[in-house]
């Protein structure tokens, strides 16, 4: 079965409540077996509009990626970030 993945482009603009956010998410996170694999650190954008905070999250299943992205426990971390910053998110399945 081929695993899944939340890839995420983000602007912070509001450090502290972004801080709120991820750490309320660890929940959903752990909830449905997700690892991170990409969490910001350095990058440089080769082509196109890139952002400087790209984040790849690993789960065992497509369906486990979108039960994450989908789940209660991931909309009452959302909430948090409201105001924050902005974010592209994709759920994708791998390989």
Known sequence: MPKG???AHATVT???KWGQYVAKSKIA???FEGRPIVR???C???EGNGTQRNVVLEFPSYEHALG???SPE???AKALRAGAGTIDITVVEGV
Do not use: H, N, R, S
């Open 14 to 16: 509001d450090p502290e």
């Open 29 to 31: 996170l752990d909830k």
């Open 5 to 7: 993945y939340v890839i």
């Open 74 to 76: 991931y909309a009452e």
């Open 44 to 46: 440089q954008i080769m």
């Open 40 to 42: 910001g650190g350095k």
């Open 68 to 70: 994450y992205a989908t």
